[in-house]
């Protein structure tokens, strides 16, 4: 079986802006604080990486307020313009659509809602020890597939795909751009999913289907 390893946040739906003011508002509440940007910059991690990467130290408090924090903006979430086509035309393809995120459990039912399910398996921080840039979601993600490919939207998620001996096609709608993605190692980088649909049967996914 070949497969494609999709990332979920700001790949498939575009959440990172709402993942960033939910860090912001928890870290306010902890009496933390630090710039949207930085924390934008950030996102793709877990909270396990995201939180001492940005303070130089653990926020216990933050982490624990940020899920109820995103739980207020979760309303705003939208999938991106043809997210679930791409989806139902790798599936079509005959490839195994994993999703592949450093985001718990609990919060990917609506978002899967959104994707209508268009996935073979999800996996997620819950499943593993260290969420992204660690590479630990991808080789899990990866089990029983003889070849796959990662797409993702951060420099976080080619560099996990890397470390796992994967190839990572990038995506710019998550705010990293075109040369952050390409010198971070991405394969290939399309503006969103619906150009990398139009090019689905001449970019690197075709080098999946077939002998």
Not at 39 to 48: A, C, K, S, T
Not at 131 to 142: E, H
Request: charged content about 30%; glycine content about 10%.
């Amino acid at each position: 079986m070949r497969g494609l390893l999709f990332d979920l946040d700001g790949t498939l739906v575009d959440t990172n802006y709402l993942h960033t003011l939910a860090w912001a508002r928890a870290l306010r509440d902890a009496g933390e604080d630090a710039p949207m940007n930085a924390v934008h910059r950030l996102v793709g991690m877990g909270g396990d990486q995201l939180v001492p990467r940005l303070l130089g130290h653990e926020c216990e408090e933050a982490a624990a307020r940020r899920p109820e924090r995103y739980r207020e903006l979760m309303g705003d979430a939208r999938p991106f313009d043809r997210a679930v086509e791409l989806l139902r035309a790798c599936r079509g393809l005959g490839l195994e659509v994993v999703i592949a995120t450093s985001a718990p459990k609990d919060e990917l039912e609506p978002m899967m809602d959104l994707l209508e399910h268009q996935a073979d398996r999800v996996t997620s921080a819950d499943d593993v020890e260290r969420s992204k840039p660690d590479p630990d979601v991808f080789v899990k993600a990866n089990e029983g597939l003889e070849r796959a490919i990662v797409v993702g939207d951060s420099v976080w998620d080619v560099e996990a795909a890397r470390a796992a001996g994967l190839g990572c096609i990038g995506v710019e709608t998550g705010g990293f751009s075109r040369h952050e993605l390409a010198e971070a190692g991405a394969m290939h980088v399309y503006r969103d999913v619906g150009v990398l649909l139009d090019q689905l049967h001449v970019g690197p996914i075709a080098t999946l289907v077939g002998p």
